[in-house]
């Protein structure tokens, strides 16, 4: 099972796919986290999301090589959340290609994988190279994983639709 959820920031998707994520496991599911450190807002919003889903997960935290991370998990795992990690990719100097082979090779694990992910590109377009680039990519990822993922959610204002 792969699934996908997938929406705008702070719409509940998070929440969504945690909830999920505790119905469809058999056991502890594992969380991986892949947000890095980068100021103190965003440890504070770390913070939130470790009360968010308590003692309910086994959290995992790796910013770049989520495959190797997986490779011995052998119950359901939700990643949050793609969007960072490509922002993490980008930062450190992947392309596109590595960046699409990487997730490839997610969707090839013989595990169920909750997918997390912001719509990014339903705003204006953004002013400046790298953030366009960002949109780009993170636009296409999202048709990949909306492709070969068994289920889709879309969440928007903290109500989640099934639309795939």
Sequence with gaps: MKVLFIGGIKSGKSLHAENFALRHSKNLPVYLATTEFIDKEMKERIELHKLQRSENFLTKEE???????????????????????????????????DIKEHIQKLLALPIDIIFVQNDVGAGVIPDNALARQYVDISGKISQLLGQHCNTVFHVIAGISTKIK
């Design 63 to 97: 910013p770049l090589n989520l495959v190797e991370a997986l490779e011995p998990v052998k119950g359901l795992v939700l990643i949050e959340c793609i969007s960072m990690w490509i922002n993490n990719m980008l930062y450190h100097g992947f392309v596109y290609e």
